[in-house]
């Protein structure tokens, strides 16, 4: 497992991919950050992180279905699939290694984002606590938005439509807040309830503002574990059907 982790993970870093990927999340987030500075109105020079999170979600979102679109959808591009699902890696062992490498660079791009912090750290007041959930909770963010991806990469032999499809996927979650809000779902408690228990904007929105709610925490980790469960099924079965 080890080894195809490390062979994913050179594939990221000995290519420019990581890294145009790593530049334009940088540059997403020093957009955000200079539109948030530039919307304060007092010249105290404090930061709310969890709200540049929230606000800018639509153009974070961008970047998780390009670090997926790759992890199986060029193996049966490129006919590498068979050798890789006839190797002595179980399918677990092969979906959890292309996973761990994703959000391996993941959390390189989090490291990276860190310089804005420790800037504001240095010119102002950093409230840590917040801070350290707004990173955990995006975090989680993530890595359901990676396994949702991944699945999607499974399911097709084009990198480019499964970054497509995963794109309206995801933006389709981000539309979940909007959708709770109209007065035809408000007026219908249930279907209001179940909209809102799939947005997981909203509970990173309750998770980075300090208010931890183990519903929360299970949403996240549950729904990641089940994409990935499924990844499993459905890689499976394609193997067996090569057997």
Same mark, same amino acid.
């Given at each position: &497992?080890?080894?195809?982790?490390?062979?994913?993970?050179?594939?990221?870093?000995?290519?420019?991919?990581?890294?145009?990927?790593?530049?334009?999340?940088?540059?997403?987030?020093?957009?955000?950050?200079?539109?948030?500075?530039?919307?304060?109105?007092?010249?105290?020079?404090?930061?709310?992180?969890?709200?540049? $999170?929230?606000?800018?979600?639509?153009?974070?979102?961008?970047?998780?279905?390009?670090?997926? =679109?790759?992890?199986? *959808?060029?193996?049966?591009?490129?006919?590498?699939?068979?050798?890789?699902?006839?190797?002595?890696?179980?399918?677990?062992?092969?979906?959890?290694?292309?996973? $761990?490498?994703?959000?391996?660079?993941?959390?390189? &791009?989090?490291?990276?984002? #860190?310089?804005?912090?420790?800037?504001?750290?240095?010119?102002?007041?950093?409230?840590?606590?917040?801070?350290?959930?707004?990173? #955990?909770?995006?975090?989680?963010?993530?890595?359901?938005?990676?396994?949702?991806? =991944?699945?999607?990469?499974? =399911?097709?032999?084009?990198?480019?439509?499964?970054?497509?499809?995963?794109?309206?996927? &995801?933006?389709?979650?981000?539309? #979940?807040?909007?959708? *709770?809000?109209?007065?035809?779902?408000?007026?219908?408690?249930?279907?209001?309830?179940?909209?809102?228990?799939?947005? =997981?904007?909203?509970?990173?929105?309750? %998770?980075?503002?300090? &208010?931890?709610? #183990?519903?929360?925490?299970?949403? %996240?980790?549950?729904?990641?574990?089940?994409?990935?469960?499924?990844?499993?099924?459905?890689?499976?079965?394609?193997?067996?059907?090569?057997?």
């Amino acid at each position: &497992m080890f080894s195809l982790y490390k062979k994913e993970i050179q594939s990221f870093f000995y290519s420019p991919f990581a890294y145009v990927l790593s530049a334009l999340f940088m540059l997403i987030y020093g957009f955000a950050f200079v539109t948030r500075i530039a919307q304060m109105e007092t010249s105290v020079f404090q930061f709310s992180f969890p709200d540049m $999170f929230y606000n800018h979600f639509f153009y974070f979102i961008f970047i998780i279905p390009l670090l997926t =679109m790759r992890s199986f *959808a060029d193996e049966r591009r490129g006919g590498t699939e068979v050798q890789l699902l006839t190797s002595p890696l179980t399918v677990p062992q092969i979906v959890l290694a292309k996973f $761990f490498s994703i959000v391996t660079v993941f959390l390189f &791009m989090l490291v990276l984002s #860190l310089f804005f912090p420790i800037y504001i750290s240095q010119h102002g007041t950093v409230i840590w606590p917040s801070l350290i959930c707004s990173y #955990l909770s995006f975090f989680l963010w993530g890595t359901a938005c990676i396994s949702i991806g =991944m699945l999607l990469s499974s =399911m097709q032999s084009s990198s480019i439509i499964a970054a497509i499809i995963g794109e309206i996927i &995801m933006e389709g979650f981000l539309a #979940l807040d909007q959708l *709770a809000a109209t007065k035809w779902i408000e007026s219908n408690p249930k279907i209001n309830s179940v909209v809102t228990w799939f947005s =997981m904007q909203r509970r990173f929105l309750f %998770f980075a503002q300090g &208010m931890f709610r #183990l519903e929360d925490l299970v949403f %996240f980790l549950s729904l990641t574990v089940m994409v990935l469960f499924w990844i499993i099924l459905h890689i499976e079965k394609r193997r067996r059907t090569q057997n």
